[in-house]
């Protein structure tokens, strides 16, 4: 039987791809799949970028620099948000699977595309939140859809409250769809399934709690 | 059923969380970190701030001079000007008599006319005294004096020497020189009288103020016979009651419209204080201006009169002030406009202000020239947030890389790849 890589359907109907990918003897449409992916990458990422979404670090320079240079900067910043936007995926698609191959004992393609299928849902989480900062003038640690506001109320410390913003609404269906895919295809005990798909995550939060609590210009 | 009960309660659980999210970022005093999404942005510029009437008005001549003619006591005998005809100051409009310096003048020359008759009457007797003198010196025994010599002289002739007659004569002749010479000055006088009286009623000469051009004439002598308009042309409008505050005499005005060539220059010379129409409650009363136009040098162009203008009358200028548009300020509570300080924050600033206009307010008080203020105050929910700005494509220019350090550059693109 031969699995025809459906990113949508894998999020609309997963009990139904589930078992199709369960029972694939071969996969076809993986490298188009894969290139929609990236492209559809590029375009959420550089919408944001044009907004300057995560920019608030750059917007101090618009008191020191001309109209020109500012605007050339934040051209700057849209260039790595692009360059990123080629970057993520590829880590959390192949890299993420690797990781997964190495704790469960799934065949790595078959996580590569779940890994597909969820990162579709990641960049669905991207493009909404993008309209939703810009309207509601919010940025990324006042989230509506994560823990990150309630989050200011208890803490003090600026690295836990980008860490509670981290975790959002979607990042609990993620896990969910994740889990529902893994379990049925690994062997072994579902709780160390999901215990390592929390790890990963909370791995993945931490990670970039410390992308927005660090300063670059502290490397650069 | 199992997994439908699933989806409500996670439903439930994100409708709920969404909610408190809500509203801890909405309520007042909220601790939530908000980012400003800014679009617009502008300078603190050192500006100059004109505020200004903006009115219509329409090209009249300065002055109208009216010329009144009295047709009870005078007599009109013939205009000397057409409508339409310049006329320069200090020359003649019309003629006409006056029946009253008629009867002076009859009456002065009925005087001149006995006083020449005397004249004649005493040259006569003269002749008639110098005769009898002659007489007697001839003979003075036959020697026949005329009556009319004898009945004036104060002595009896028969019986005075000829001698005492002829001294007497003599008086009499210089009696009679005298009373001639008399009568010669008041003719000279009359005939000066008369004269100037001659002068004035030929023509009456109308002095205007300024050269003008004849504009209405009325044949049928109704007052007022005739209408002068000056050359010089003004602007004529009106000013609403709101204006009038503000408006005064010797405000500058700018005025153009699309048949000018350059905008004319010039000042407020009279804002009538009364409405133009009666006053009442129901009309915005209008009251009338006038505005005396500059004559710019050589090249003044010549103005059509009834010619429409757009009028800009200028109430108030501050120059190098510090300026900002107005949609920067907000109003709410005190007036506060909000900085992009260079820690990268929005922040309020409260501002005192000055002059407004042209969309552009003055500060008294607040942020300096040079600050960057944003535009749309409204959108600031939080005082003290971050914010960001969206990329205007069309002023990336790749002349400007130049201007920045490779380290720099690295700096900005690694913040748009790891900095979220």
């Known amino acids: 039987m031969v699995y025809q890589v459906r990113l949508l359907k894998g999020i609309l109907e997963p009990h139904r791809s589930r078992y199709q990918l369960q029972n694939a003897e071969a996969v076809t449409r993986l490298g188009w799949k894969l290139l929609f992916l990236y492209f559809l990458s590029i375009i959420v990422f550089a919408i944001g970028g044009y907004f300057g979404i995560g920019s608030e670090s750059f917007s101090k320079e618009i008191t020191k620099m001309s109209v020109n240079e500012f605007e050339a900067g934040k051209f700057l910043i849209l260039s790595g948000n692009i360059i990123a936007s080629l970057i993520y995926p590829s880590i959390y698609i192949f890299l993420s699977a690797l990781f997964f191959w190495i704790v469960t004992d799934i065949p790595y393609i078959k996580l590569v595309i779940v890994q597909m299928i969820i990162f579709g849902l990641q960049l669905l989480e991207k493009a909404l939140l993008i309209p939703l900062f810009v309207l509601m003038d919010i940025g990324n640690d006042s989230n509506l859809f994560s823990l990150g506001v309630i989050g200011q109320y208890f803490l003090r410390s600026d690295y836990f409250i980008h860490f509670f913003s981290e975790i959002t609404i979607f990042q609990f269906l993620i896990i969910a769809l994740q889990y529902f895919y893994l379990k049925e295809f690994s062997q072994r005990n579902n709780y160390l399934v999901l215990v390592m798909i929390v790890l990963f995550y909370l791995a993945t939060w931490f990670v970039k709690a410390f992308l927005a609590y660090i300063q670059v210009g502290v490397f650069v | 059923m199992s997994g439908k009960w699933k989806i409500t309660a996670v439903s439930i659980a994100s409708i709920v969380l969404i909610t408190v999210n809500i509203y801890l970022i909405e309520k007042k005093g909220s601790k939530a970190e908000r980012t400003v999404f800014v679009e617009n942005w502008s300078m603190v510029k050192k500006d100059t701030i004109t505020d200004t009437i903006q009115t219509n008005g329409v090209i009249k001549p300065v002055e109208e001079y009216d010329i009144y003619f009295e047709t009870k006591k005078n007599d009109f005998k013939k205009f000397l000007v057409k409508e339409g005809d310049a006329v320069a100051a200090g020359s003649s409009l019309f003629e006409y008599t006056t ?22 009457g005493i040259d006569e007797y003269i002749r ?16 026949v004096i005329d009556e009319s010599v004898k009945n004036n002289l104060d002595i009896n002739i028969t019986t005075s020497s000829s001698d005492l007659i002829k ?7 210089y ?24 002068e004035q009623a030929s023509a009456i000469v109308t002095t205007s103020e300024a050269d003008g051009v004849v504009k209405n004439i009325n044949k049928n002598l109704k007052n007022p016979i005739i209408s002068i308009v000056s050359t010089n042309m ?17 405000m500058t005005i700018k005025a153009s419209s699309s048949d000018l060539k350059k905008s004319l220059k010039g000042t407020i010379g009279r804002i009538h204080s009364y409405p ?4 009442s409650l129901k009309r915005d009363n209008r009251f009338p201006f006038q505005a005396l136009i500059e004559p710019e040098g050589e090249e003044t162009e010549s103005l059509l009169v009834g010619s429409k203008v757009n009028l800009a009358v200028i109430t108030n200028e501050k120059a190098g002030v510090p300026a900002i548009p107005i949609e920067a300020v907000h109003y709410q509570k005190k007036p506060h406009v909000y900085k992009l300080t260079k820690k990268g924050y929005v922040d309020k600033h409260y501002i005192a202000r000055g002059l407004k206009a042209e969309g552009k307010q003055e500060l008294i008080k607040g942020p300096s020239v040079g600050d960057v203020i ?3 105050p409204n959108r600031v929910a939080k005082n003290h947030s971050y914010f960001i700005t969206p990329i205007q494509f069309e002023k990336v220019k ?4 130049k201007k920045f350090t490779s380290r720099e550059k690295v700096r900005y693109l690694l913040l748009g790849i790891l900095e979220k």
């Open chain 2, 99 to 120: 029946t009253e310096l008629d009867a002076l003048k009859a009456n002065l020359e009925a005087e001149k006319t006995a006083a020449e008759g005397e004249i004649v």
């Open chain 2, 128 to 143: 008639k005294l110098m005769a009898s003198q002659g007489a007697l010196t001839r003979d003075p025994d036959k020697a």
């Open chain 2, 167 to 173: 001294s007497n004569i003599e008086q009499e002749m």
């Open chain 2, 175 to 198: 009696k009679q020189e005298l009373e001639k010479n008399s009568l010669n000055e008041k003719v000279k006088m009359l005939d000066a009288k008369l004269s100037s009286i001659e």
């Open chain 2, 234 to 250: 003004a602007i004529e409008g009106n000013f609403t009651e709101e204006e009038m505050k503000k408006a005064k005499v010797g």
């Open chain 2, 276 to 279: 133009a129409e009666e006053p």
């Open chain 2, 374 to 376: 944003l535009l749309e």
């Open chain 2, 398 to 401: 790749t002349a400007t890389y």
